[in-house]
């Protein structure tokens, strides 16, 4: 019977064989923490041995002789060892902490650096929340799955096993009345092992689902205060926390049932015991030592078969989250270096679109959804190149291709006549230099914000390159001018002001093309102004591919690209575009409406024709 639904995002279901080779390795740089836990481990289980038959002989031998002397000394070697076995106990646990905490710390490393090559077609997959979900929580949980339960586990399967062989020894009769009961028990726990795995691998989908809700409504705070939605923003931070609720509910209905029957048969082992014993010690063929010896150790043989239990339980949860955490780490880094040394690259030419076919998936048939459709240019250096056309039509794709955010399924863009994928991938982008619509500021410094925390940039590059951008208008109004903080996104700042940093942030590598991603639609008109004299400054000396709905921005451009429905349908100057009455025409009359011949013969006049 199927009590819930499904949340988990593409993580597949692995078997322990197959996870083991990946855990394994993980304690190879810890094996001097590892072999000290394995001894301490071993001082542990002999004292847990050990404690029983001291009791036994205290009770069948020093007891009887009724000698004060042996008496006392059998009772000091009793309390030396239970003594022992604790502070043997903590120094385990403290070795067992430290090399859990060292194994998740480089494991958290490994797992953001491997976040961060990976392509955006993997982040628009994944949203902030999940992935944060699965850097901290996962891995947490991993943090006692490789610490405390990992020898422990062992210990507990060593201390098993050594009950089992003394209770053998001392009296085969009874410990085979035991031993039956062992078989059900283990296999009682293997099959609910198994059948909790789906609901421990839907709780970690649910806390991915929680955290992922509260980090992106805790981003939109301004949008939700704005438009009155924390109502809303409530019912539905309601809905998820239920999803959780209902599986962590269901999930813990069933452990602590079977755990309950579980304990229930500690009970009946020992009633087995008493009855199969107590007429020998009537009779005398069992001795009272033997006895408590057995009772003793059956309590202590049930302690490790629930902690192994209780262990085995946590591996499972542990397993699930090694699934979710090499989920990421085995996903394929997409954008790949190409295998020409960065000194090749040179741009002295031109960069070529060649019959360039993409798609971001399939559709329900499984063919592409094509957005990019067979689209071929060229950009000669030193050129200003600017694309336009409906909302949709391709024109940003172009240029996360330009970029290598993504690769073109079919075709290839070209530098100077060789594909972009033969070089390395930071090589390629160092020729470029972007700014988006969306501009994101670190919390940080202005300095810090324009270089990237890069500081082979020297502070006077960050000076020289803000005054180009004109941003260090904004730099002059802050406190500490350039080592004033910027709030995060830096809302401190506004949009224009954001704007010219990012144009300063371009610049601080001296790219020789600058790649502008509508970068004054989210200005006013009066800030547009002032951003676009500085994007007039930018542009100097350089090639230019320039991504605009406000048109007034590219009227200038060498040659502007009409780009609708994936497709380039148009290419031309201003001029030339607006007189053969298409789609660019259309685009200026809506834009300028009756201003528009207007402006094309200020045009024509200012260039001389």
Avoid at 365 to 375: A, F, N, Q, S, Y
Wanted: contains cysteine.
């Amino acid at each position: 019977m199927k009590h819930f639904k499904s949340t988990e995002e593409a993580v597949r279901s692995q078997s322990v064989r197959e996870l083991l080779p990946k855990i394994i390795p993980l304690f190879a740089g810890q094996k001097r923490l590892f072999f000290i836990s394995v001894s301490l481990l071993a001082l542990t289980t002999t004292t847990a041995l050990v404690g029983p038959l001291v009791l036994q002989h205290i009770i069948d031998v020093a007891i009887p002789k009724s000698d004060t002397n042996e008496l006392w000394l059998a009772a000091g070697i009793y309390l030396a060892v239970i003594a022992l076995g604790s502070v043997v106990s903590y120094y385990q646990a403290i070795t067992l902490f430290s090399m859990g905490i060292r194994i998740i710390t480089d494991l958290k490393e490994r797992l953001f650096r491997h976040v961060l090559y990976l392509g955006l077609g993997f982040h628009g997959g994944h949203p902030p929340g999940k992935l944060i979900s699965r850097v901290e929580n996962d891995t947490e949980t991993l943090k006692e799955l490789f610490g405390d339960v990992s020898v422990n586990l062992l210990r507990n399967f060593v201390l098993f096993f050594g009950i089992l062989t003394v209770m053998l020894l001392k009296d085969l009769r009874i410990a085979s009345y035991v031993l039956i009961m062992i078989p059900l028990l283990f296999g009682a726990t293997f099959w609910y092992l198994n059948f909790m795995k789906k609901y421990w691998r839907e709780t970690r989908a649910q806390v991915a689902i929680v955290i992922g809700y509260i980090a992106e409504y805790m981003q939109g705070m301004d949008v939700i205060q704005q438009f009155n939605y924390q109502r809303r923003a409530r019912e539905r931070m309601a809905d998820v926390n239920m999803g959780k609720y209902r599986i962590d509910t269901l999930s813990q209905y069933i452990e602590y049932g079977f755990w309950a029957g579980f304990i229930f048969g500690e009970i009946i082992a020992i009633c087995v015991v008493l009855v199969v014993a107590i007429q020998g010690v009537v009779d005398g063929t069992v001795s009272l030592g033997i006895l408590v010896m057995f009772i003793e150790f059956i309590r202590q043989m049930f302690q490790p078969i629930m902690e192994l239990s209780g262990q085995l339980n946590f591996v499972q949860r542990g397993l699930i989250s090694v699934e979710r955490v090499f989920g990421i780490l085995e996903t394929e880094i997409s954008i790949k270096d190409g295998p020409r040394d960065p000194s090749e690259l040179k741009f002295e030419r031109e960069i070529r679109f060649e019959n360039v076919w993409f798609a971001y998936e399939d559709n329900a048939e499984g063919e592409p959804e094509w957005i990019l459709k067979d689209v071929s240019f060229t950009v000669q250096k030193g050129q200003k190149i600017a694309f336009v056309g409906p909302s949709g039509g391709g024109k940003s794709t172009t240029i996360n291709l330009l970029l290598r955010f993504y690769d073109p399924q079919q075709g290839r863009v070209t530098v100077d006549g060789i594909d972009i994928r033969e070089f390395p991938v930071k090589a390629w982008r160092e020729l470029l230099g972007l700014v988006l619509q969306d501009i994101y500021l670190f919390p940080g410094s202005v300095k810090d914000n324009i270089r990237v925390f890069d500081n082979s940039i020297s502070d006077e590059q960050v000076q020289n390159v803000a005054q180009i951008a004109r941003a260090d208008e904004i730099v002059g109004k802050l406190k500490d001018g350039y080592d004033g903080e910027l709030a995060e996104r830096g809302a401190n700042l506004s949009v224009g002001e954001r704007q010219l940093l990012s144009f300063a942030r371009a610049l601080a590598y001296d790219p020789p093309v600058l790649v502008l991603d509508e970068a004054t639609s989210s200005v006013d008109p009066h800030t547009e102004q002032m951003v676009q004299e500085a994007i007039d400054r930018l542009l100097e000396g350089r090639t230019a591919m320039i991504v605009a709905h406000r048109l007034s921005t590219i009227l200038n451009s060498d040659r502007i690209l009409v780009i609708k429905g994936g497709q380039l349908v148009e290419s031309g100057t201003h001029e030339e575009l607006y007189h053969t009455d298409g789609v660019y025409t259309r685009l200026v009359k809506l834009q300028f409406g009756d201003k528009s011949d207007q402006i094309t013969a200020n045009l024509a006049k200012a260039a001389g024709r």
